[in-house]
């Protein structure tokens, strides 16, 4: 059950991050909030460094 909490939370995480990301004109605050939001995801053990990092490259590549 845990498990499947997690693999949910992780999913959630994952597609609000992507959601930020592929807006049009996306803005860097709210890149910033969605990433410290992944980061409290890892801190928790939500999410794992390799998961963070993969997103948080993709988010700040839509900054530029």
């Known amino acids: 059950m845990a498990q499947q909490l997690q ?7 994952a597609q ?3 959601a930020a990301a592929q807006a049009v004109g996306v803005r860097p605050d709210e ?6 939001k992944l980061a409290e995801l890892k801190t928790k053990g ?5 998961e963070f990092d993969a997103k ?3 988010l700040l590549k ?3």
């Open 31 to 36: 890149v910033m909030a969605t990433i410290e």
């Open 62 to 64: 839509k900054l530029i």
């Open 56 to 58: 948080k490259a993709e």
């Open 16 to 18: 609000a991050a992507g």
């Open 7 to 13: 693999q949910g939370l992780q999913g959630g995480a």
């Open 46 to 50: 939500i999410l794992t460094a390799e």
